[in-house]
């Protein structure tokens, strides 16, 4: 079985950096990293001007207190403590294929996403910065690399580009978050991993759950290109996206369709929730 379908990556860009972009907001809200002196209690500063994204206008700026460590930006809520992120959501893709996400914004590709919501890309990246989640490509991207940048990639890591008399090594990778999604049917509450409602076409079955990536989008012109585009959960490679797979056979994009057995009905209300992923504790010897 194939899902058929053919895209290429958009080439690599520049700009500001996304901490800087999620910084600059946070500092117009008067609103600093949870857990670094920031006192949310305190009425925020008047937001900073914000260019109107194509998403769907001006986005709302102003973190509130929910709890006693929760929080609301938007649409998404989060917990400090837990680190865990909650978003609504709604199944938009139940059958077939190709699926290129799991998740995007309701303007963005819909079309080859398995959920949409209404919440900003944008507000999703400030949450995962407040959280102090970081982000990283790694080498996931280089296969779409020609050959000759590919290798050039490879020399600069042998180099000691900060100057602290030490090879670079690799480029830091995101960190890993799961992905959960609950909803509730018959008066009865449900929470599976999200990967499970992706059908893996090399094996038919269900996608296995592991971790995703925080690769973090990109910023050019002072744009976030995943609030532009709307991209948040990939299941095929993008770099625009906020999170991507380290699996094998994140770079097929006729690998992955949706999976209709397990997959509620389209327009079933479900909340996507990240959780940090919990670390093996090491045994003493």
């Not at 917990?79 to 303007?107: Q, S, T």
């Not at 990283?136 to 020609?146: N, V």
């Amino acid at each position: 079985m194939i899902f058929p379908r053919s895209r290429s990556l958009p080439a690599h860009r520049t700009g500001l950096s996304a901490f800087a972009l999620a910084a600059a907001i946070c500092m117009g809200l008067g609103f600093a990293p949870l857990g670094v002196g920031a006192d949310p209690d305190k009425k925020p500063a008047a937001p900073a001007s914000t260019a109107e994204s194509p998403v769907s206008g001006k986005p709302e700026t102003r973190v509130t207190k929910t709890g006693e460590h929760s929080y609301r930006l938007g649409k998404i809520s989060f917990d400090a403590k837990a680190r865990e992120i909650r978003m609504p959501a709604v199944v938009n893709f139940r059958e077939g294929g190709p699926v290129e996400y799991l998740l995007v914004h309701e303007n963005g590709k819909v079309h080859e996403s398995i959920l949409s919501t209404s919440a900003r890309p944008l507000h999703l990246q400030i949450v995962l910065k407040l959280l102090r989640y970081g982000t990283g490509e790694g080498t996931l991207f280089d296969t779409f690399l020609p050959e000759e940048e590919q290798r050039r990639k490879i020399e600069r890591r042998n180099l000691d580009v900060d100057g602290d008399g030490k090879a670079d090594g690799k480029v830091k990778l995101g960190d890993s978050l799961t992905v959960s999604v609950a909803w509730k049917k018959d008066g009865k509450d449900h929470e599976r991993p999200l990967a499970e409602w992706v059908l893996d076409a090399e094996t038919n079955q269900a996608m296995t759950d592991e971790p995703w990536i925080l690769t973090g989008s990109i910023v050019e012109n002072g744009e976030f290109l995943a609030e532009i585009e709307g991209s948040i959960i990939a299941v095929y490679l993008d770099q625009l996206a906020l999170f991507n797979m380290s699996r094998k056979g994140a770079d097929n994009d006729e690998r992955w369709g949706a999976n209709a057995d397990l997959t509620p009905e389209i327009g079933q209300k479900v909340t996507v929730i990240f959780r940090s992923v919990k670390k093996k504790k090491k045994r003493k010897k």
